[in-house]
Nanobody, 114 residues
Framework: QVQVVESGGGLVQPGGSLRLSCAASGSFIAIYAMGWYRQGSGNEREMVARMDSAGNTRYSDSVKGRFTIFMDNAKNTAYLQMNSLKPEDTDVYYC????????WGQGTQVTVSS
């Protein structure tokens, strides 16, 4: 079984910054990719940022230039550095860990408000 533990969410004013963390542990040999998603307005979660084991990244157009995903492979941990935050970034953010199967974290709340 794989455990996914997220942290770093909270309340911040517009223009501020947060850093989210996602640590994976359990019965896996390798992580193929990790990513951050948010609920959005629909039933399907939307991709915010992803990184594979080779270092390739993808970002949602709405966060390019403001958010950065990076990984510490030795710790099996992914981070999302969120800068220049806007009220529309307010959401629950979920970490996805892709091994042989996909595993989701419980979500962490990010609130951007003055």
């Amino acid at each position: 079984q794989v455990q996914v533990v997220e942290s770093g969410g909270g309340l911040v004013q517009p223009g501020g910054s947060l850093r989210l963390s996602c640590a994976a542990s359990g019965s896996f040999i390798a992580i193929y990719a990790m990513g951050w998603y948010r609920q959005g307005s629909g039933n399907e979660r939307e991709m915010v940022a992803r990184m594979d084991s080779a270092g390739n990244t993808r970002y949602s157009d709405s966060v390019k230039g403001r958010f950065t995903i990076f990984m510490d492979n030795a710790k099996n941990t992914a981070y999302l550095q969120m800068n220049s935050l806007k009220p529309e970034d307010t959401d629950v953010y979920y970490c996805l860990v892709n091994t042989r199967y996909d595993y989701w974290g419980q979500g962490t709340q990010v609130t951007v408000s003055s």
